[in-house]
């Protein structure tokens, strides 16, 4: 994908607690979370594992995912409620995936390559990345092929 | 274990007419507000002694409320995180205040105006950020605005998954709030709306439509709340409090930026402070004789109706058909139009409708109601009200 150098839309800042996730991103790999004491996911990432408590933590690269629910924004009721870049993404599909591979934690992308009208719960998806900017890379997921 | 069981009463109650870019200042409505409260409950501005609101509230803090109002001393100033996720919780504060001897008659207020909520939305979210930070991060690039919506279509298609709910059936709830309105002439939209008017309005959120977000004005509310014993010597009946409480379950968030990960994304909070409700209060859902449960959304207020246990989970599209909601029906839900149809306010008019009801002074009068269950938004921490005559 081409990458723009005046993207408008809102990026995530690098933070020690999330940095490993979105250099797994430029990568091209998805890193999710896994404490390394008790093995439980988490999503997004943070220090501590609310199961065990512990503050060791690894990333675990996953692939694959299922459409566990979404929205499409056609229109919303007051323009406040537009994200800086996205006034013209309409329709807009925002997909909560279910990740198998890493306990069946879910997170929030958009979807590439469907229509939002197939969109549908249960939908197998891969991973894809999206280079925006020469610094982040956001995951988004595409139906299996 | 002794809990506020009965100890306190809600005394005043004062709310300002709903009004359409009034030119005022969300100050101005929240001292309306107050005063009627006080004046309701037979008090002077002299006798306050304490004040909790919203960390979302931006109309006044405790010491601007105090010069305005002249009262001597504030013996206890509390609040709350947030916003319509406190409005029960406001009064659960100002009972423990009582009750702990901390200040003798606390006042409950949120006022807003369109103008300020709507345009400083962003803003007002963006001061919340510490406590979101990290999670925004994973919302905002894929064009989530951590607005309710998103949080509320996510959770709605999948209730319509998992239980097979319609729109048709969630367009209940609207349709019988503006039932509601049509008595109360305090209430924004008081025209009557079918199923297929509902169904007409374009998709916003999919599958959330453009119309069905709260009628939002400019309007102040408030409440006077004190011990049982002082209220035998105000103005009205006291309406008491059975039971009051705040409740998160897991993975709680200042918006909704954690909801998506919850075990159950189709489950509000109040399916954890529910049981603790009834059991403070010592009654069972089907003791309930009127509810008023916030209503941002229709599907919010559906997912609320189950998780106060009206009914079972996943049975809430069919429970809320047949009357089942409407005055004279099982569970008279909203009775005065709700944010649905009367106005916005943050939850806090569904606290005075639930106190006009044991009074016996709603628009739409619920015959003989003796127990009012009140519950406040999704938003985490949320809170309830078991009030009684």
Not at chain 2, 200 to 227: K, Y
Not at chain 2, 235 to 245: C, D, F, L, S
Not at chain 2, 306 to 311: H, W
Request: with cysteine.
């Amino acid at each position: 994908m081409e990458k723009t150098t005046n993207y408008e839309k809102p990026l995530p800042q690098i933070r020690p607690d999330t940095a490993p996730f979105w250099e797994g991103c430029k990568r091209h790999e998805l890193l999710i979370q896994r404490c390394s004491d008790c093995g439980t996911f988490r999503h997004p990432p943070r220090p501590m594992c609310p199961e065990c408590n512990s503050l060791n933590s690894e990333w675990v690269k996953v692939t694959k995912g299922t459409v566990y629910s979404y929205t499409v924004v056609h229109d919303r009721p007051m323009p406040v409620l537009y994200l800086p870049g996205f006034a013209n993404d309409r329709p807009l599909a925002i997909v909560l995936v279910e990740l198998p591979e890493a306990g069946n934690i879910r997170m929030v992308s958009n979807i590439v390559d469907c229509r939002s009208e197939d969109l549908k719960i249960g939908t197998p998806v891969e991973v894809v990345f999206d280079d925006v900017t020469e610094e982040i890379t956001l995951p988004k997921f595409k139906p299996t092929a | 274990m002794e809990t506020l069981k009965d100890k306190c009463a809600i005394v005043g109650i004062g709310q300002t007419p709903f009004l359409l870019d009034s030119g005022r200042t969300e100050l101005s409505f929240a001292l309306e507000a107050i005063k009627l409260a006080i004046e309701d409950a037979g008090l002077t501005s002299k006798d306050i002694d304490g004040f909790v609101s919203y960390t979302l509230d931006t109309s006044a803090s405790d010491a601007i409320l105090a010069n305005n109002l002249g009262t001597p001393d504030i013996a206890y100033a509390g609040q709350l995180p947030h916003a319509g996720g406190s409005g029960c919780g406001m009064v659960a504060h100002a009972c423990a205040a009582v009750m702990a001897g901390l200040a003798d008659y606390v006042v409950c207020w949120r006022a807003l105006t369109d103008s300020n909520f709507t345009s400083n939305r962003m803003q007002r979210l963006a001061v919340h950020q510490p406590f979101s930070r990290d999670a925004d991060d994973f919302l905002r690039p894929f064009g989530w605005t951590l607005s309710t919506m998103e949080a509320f279509a996510m959770a709605c298609r999948r209730h319509m998954y998992e239980y097979g709910t319609t729109i048709e059936q969630i367009a209940t709830i609207p349709i019988t709030a503006r039932k509601y309105a049509a008595r109360n002439p305090r209430a924004l939209r008081r025209d009557p709306l079918t199923v297929e008017e509902y169904m007409s309005w374009p998709i916003a959120v999919d599958p959330i439509r453009q119309f069905e977000r709260s009628a939002i004005a400019d309007v102040g509310g408030a409440c006077v709340v004190t011990s049982a014993e002082r209220a035998k010597a105000c103005r009205h009946r006291p309406v008491y409090v059975m039971a009051a409480g705040q409740g998160s379950g897991p993975l709680p968030g200042a918006t909704y930026e954690m909801w998506n990960h919850r075990p159950v994304i189709t489950e509000t909070a109040a399916k954890y402070l529910a049981p603790r409700l009834y059991n403070m209060a010592g009654v069972r859902p089907e003791d309930i004789d009127v509810a008023e449960l916030y209503d941002c959304f229709p599907f919010t207020c559906l997912a609320l109706i189950e998780d106060y246990g009206f009914c079972a989970k996943g049975e809430g599209g069919a429970f809320i058909q047949d009357g089942r909601i409407e005055l004279g029906g099982q569970l008279p839900l909203n009775t005065h139009g709700g944010h649905q149809a009367e106005g916005y306010i943050h939850g806090f008019s569904h606290v005075l409708e639930g106190v006009r009801q044991l009074r016996g002074t709603s628009t739409a009068q619920v015959e003989d109601a003796e127990l009012v269950l009140v519950g406040s938004a999704w938003t985490c921490p949320t809170s309830g009200l078991i009030l009684r005559r």
